[in-house]
């Protein structure tokens, strides 16, 4: 269809088409937000561009910066205004990244439809607007729409409760047009979401309330019920919330993806503090339900925050032909692959480990791992000792190339490795076998930001200009 397409919209016929298609060349440049709130530098959170063109001049380096003008935002995840969602609307293009702003609750609207290369700021979306038209704040996903609006998921209330409500904005304004959700219930606690009309259903999972998680992770809090564990499950076509799958006290169901094929009644979630990937599931009642179907097992150690380490899985993946599935363990410091053919028995095919918390040489002592025989070597790049552990993957469109970010959320990367902080974060890509499964980092790669002109920056997540397996659904 793409090929024959000669006017159509954002994105790709299929995601298939968007893997295969040789309308999608290889991505040659990147944004990823970078955060100086928590590092002790009193300067703007930035936009990021980056050059992994190997055939570039400036290959792995930031050849743009794009400074918001207010301190502390604390930039988060990205989204589009426009995406494969829209793909038969030939009036709309991908030319506006939504930058929502986890702790001061702003929106910017970023330009880089005009030059690509040097985004500009398009527009920003004042915290009051959210406050006083939706009562929500702290604003984490956006995802844009079929109906050319923008879906963005809530923390919080503006007092920093937990609430799990959304705001619209207008897809050509930019405007604050009200809550997505319609009706009295809404969940206690929000964080990501991804919706799929063909099976009328919008998923979001929870994090924790944003005046307690604001400032680091207290372990006493899950035990008070200010953190989560359930997937909330809403009507698509009436914006009510309709279900709630409960994974477990303590889980923290965090990044949520339905495969990519739009027929699919499926997907998986990562747990950050159980450690275990959910494959969640339409049932024959209609209903929907969750299996454990991957756990990674906790370390017993000394010398840490607790005698039990999990593996803390903070982001995951799905590459466009629905075959592999990634996440990452921020804590114990590997990026895993898994074969899902058959999703209810995913198959470790790959692993790498990248740093993290149980390294040779640290302050931790492993004393019982189920997994490993030794504690991993520090990992080392380009003469560099990376800090911090994987965290935020992105995955090349035809699935060979796994790009990686070491940094969660400032007042954790803070709490938990200061090192990163004090050096700031990097960007890394790991090679991917996608015949047989297997990763092997790519030695020739490295964006050091700690050798930023304005002091060490932590980079969060990573987005390419044509859309992405993270962003982009298909209807």
């Given at each position: ?306 005698p039990d380490m999990p593996g803390l899985i903070t982001d995951i993946l799905i590459s466009l032909d629905d075959r592999f ?49 030794h504690q991993p070597e520090p990992f080392v790049i380009k003469g560099k000792r990376v800090p911090g552990g994987p965290q935020m993957i992105q995955l090349s469109l035809d699935g060979k190339r796994l790009y990686v970010t ?70």
């Amino acid at each position: 269809r793409s090929a024959k397409c000669g006017a159509c919209g954002p994105g790709y016929a299929t995601p298939l088409d968007a893997m295969k298609g040789k309308y999608c060349p290889r991505e040659e440049i990147v944004y990823l937000p970078c955060i100086y709130r928590n590092t002790g530098v009193e300067k703007p959170d930035y936009l990021a561009t980056v050059d992994v063109d190997p055939q570039s001049p400036h290959y792995c380096q930031v050849i743009h910066r794009l400074p918001m003008p207010n301190l502390k935002d604390e930039l988060h995840h990205s989204g589009w205004n426009a995406c494969s969602s829209c793909f038969g609307d030939a009036t709309k293009r991908r030319n506006r990244l939504i930058l929502p702003s986890l702790i001061s609750s702003r929106i910017y609207v970023v330009d880089v439809g005009t030059d690509m290369r040097a985004p500009r700021i398009h527009k920003i979306v004042e915290p009051v607007e959210l406050f006083w038209k939706g009562n929500v704040a702290n604003p984490h996903t956006s995802h844009c729409l079929g109906s050319g609006d923008i879906l963005v998921s809530c923390l919080g209330d503006p007092s920093g409760n937990g609430k799990g409500g959304f705001i619209l904005l207008d897809g050509e304004t930019f405007e604050v047009k009200g809550n997505w959700e319609n009706g009295e219930k809404v969940p206690p606690l929000g964080y990501d979401f991804w919706y799929q009309p063909r099976h009328n259903v919008l998923m979001s999972t929870e994090w924790g309330a944003p005046k307690v998680l604001a400032d680091g992770f207290n372990p006493a809090d899950v035990e008070r019920g200010h953190y989560g564990h359930r997937i909330n499950v809403w009507d698509w076509s009436t914006h009510t919330y309709i279900q709630a799958v409960d994974l477990g006290k303590g889980s923290i169901p965090l990044e949520i993806r339905f495969l990519h094929n739009p027929d699919a009644a499926e997907g998986f979630v990562g747990c950050a503090l159980s450690a275990a990937v959910h494959r969640f599931y339409k049932t024959e009642k209609g209903d929907w339900a969750a299996e454990k179907v991957i756990e990674v097992p906790s370390k017993k150690v000394q010398g840490w925050l607790l005698p039990d380490m999990p593996g803390l899985i903070t982001d995951i993946l799905i590459s466009l032909d629905d075959r592999f599935l990634y996440f990452s363990n921020w804590l114990h410091g590997d990026i895993r692959q898994y074969d899902i053919s058959d999703t209810r028995k995913p198959k470790l095919v790959g692993q790498v480990f990248l740093g993290g918390s149980i390294t040779k040489g640290g302050p931790v002592t492993v004393l019982e791992d189920k997994e490993l025989q030794h504690q991993p070597e520090p990992f080392v790049i380009k003469g560099k000792r990376v800090p911090g552990g994987p965290q935020m993957i992105q995955l090349s469109l035809d699935g060979k190339r796994l790009y990686v970010t070491s940094s969660l959320y400032s007042g954790w990367d803070k709490q938990f490795y200061p090192d990163l902080v004090k050096e700031g974060s990097v960007m890394l890509q790991i090679d991917v076998d996608t015949e047989r499964g297997g990763l092997k980092v790519n030695k020739n790669f490295l964006v050091d930001f700690g050798k930023e002109p304005d002091g060490p920056v932590l980079a969060h997540e990573i987005r390419y200009p044509g859309g992405d397996c993270t962003s982009d659904i298909w209807m």
